[in-house]
């Protein structure tokens, strides 16, 4: 009888769409349909909510690889927190599998868990509610197998909860190929877009939410001493995407009468446009005081886009010889970085380049791969 994984769709659903769970989720699936079509290997359910119309497209739904509704599901927090308990019975002889950490109460008999990152663990003050100690500390302990995005992920886990490093297996993850790809940069989707958002002169950019540990004031401190100390220099400073939490700080900052109209912050950034952002950027910029892998770093680069990114945490897996880093804790060094990035057209020519090759070293192909053959061993 064929090995029964049971994959939690959940993030599948609209209401978690466009947000990072979402993208591995459906590229994780969609590539292990295509390496397991017409190969003996497990057969995958996955379950959504009933009723609710899951947020993918381009899947055949062949036999061994189908979508099944389950009920409780609708009932985000039950499902949420009785997952487990509420599949013991019907997955006596199968494998969860969860895309993200669950708490767990009753424990399966085979359960793989995806933990990106134990950001939740390192920065307890930034998540509020307590269920996430629960959540990522139960999953760690109970779970046979774990993925997770970085060796320097693995390396926390190991070091700081005790985790065994046999049950921690790293799959990098990959990035949309079709989207994210080095092309023209002045076309009049792009010029309308960067007129509609405001962005008028050459940019540094960075993607992502703008919670604490993403570290932003520190990078606007640079951008800030950076145009004081170069008045010749006239370029703008591009935050892609929502605020986060604990914003308030930066934005008391960004009203300083110095920095009027040299900073955007563009709000969510609807998937479509985001390659044109990335392509139309002179400069990527991940100042993270930690980060479980940095895919906007691998979307950056394989838009054809130079990167510097910190020196901490999993960024130097990604950005290899490829980015320039600095201290994630020095606006002193941020701002030097960023002013012999924006100075040296040659430089960005080179590192634009290197960034499209270490780019390719990346694929949800080889996430996939990775992830059913730990699966199989289950």
Not at 32 to 43: C, S
Not at 360 to 373: D, V
């Amino acid at each position: 009888m064929a090995q029964i994984i049971f994959f939690d769709g959940y993030v599948l659903a609209r209401r978690h769409a466009g947000t990072g769970i979402h993208r591995y989720a459906v590229n994780l699936l969609r590539e292990l349909e295509k390496i397991t079509a017409g190969a003996e290997g497990p057969e995958f359910q996955i379950g959504i909510p009933s009723g609710v119309q899951p947020q993918f497209n381009g899947w055949a739904h062949r036999p061994g690889f189908k979508i099944s509704t389950r009920r409780l599901m609708r009932f985000h927090r039950a499902w949420k927190y009785g997952l487990v308990n509420s599949l013991n019975f019907q997955m006596r002889k199968g494998t969860i599998f969860e895309p993200i950490p669950v708490a767990v109460y009753f424990r399966p008999r085979r359960l793989a868990v995806t933990i990106h990152d134990v950001a939740p663990l390192l920065f307890p003050e930034q998540y509020k509610s307590k269920i996430f100690l629960h959540t990522y500390t139960s999953s760690m302990r109970e779970a046979d197998l774990i993925f997770t995005d970085s060796a320097c992920s693995k390396n926390d886990m190991i070091s700081r909860f005790g985790v065994p490093a046999g049950k921690i297996v790293v799959a990098y993850l990959g990035f949309e190929r079709d989207a994210f790809r080095a092309g023209p940069v002045d076309t009049p989707r792009s010029r309308e877009m960067l007129g509609r958002l405001g962005i008028a002169r050459p940019y540094v950019l960075h993607v992502g939410r703008g919670d604490p540990r993403k570290n932003l004031m520190r990078l606007v401190q640079a951008y800030e001493a950076l145009s004081a100390r170069r008045k010749d220099l006239d370029f703008q400073l591009v935050l892609g995407g929502s605020l986060g939490w604990g914003y308030e700080p930066l934005l008391e900052l960004l009203r300083k009468a110095s920095l009027q109209g040299r900073i955007v912050v563009t709000g969510p950034v609807p998937d479509r446009e985001l390659p044109m952002l990335y392509r139309a950027a002179a400069c990527f910029a991940m100042p993270s005081l930690y980060e479980g892998f940095g895919l906007p770093v691998l979307e950056a680069m394989a838009c054809g886009t130079p990167v510097m990114i910190s020196d901490s945490s999993s960024l130097p897996e990604v950005g290899g010889d490829a980015a320039l880093y600095f201290n994630p804790e020095s606006v002193d060094e941020m701002s030097q970085v960023m002013e012999r990035v924006m100075t040296d057209s040659g430089l960005r020519e080179e590192m634009a380049k290197k960034g499209l090759e270490r780019a390719r070293q990346f694929s949800w192909e080889a996430c996939a791969r990775t992830t059913l053959a730990a699966l199989k061993t289950l």
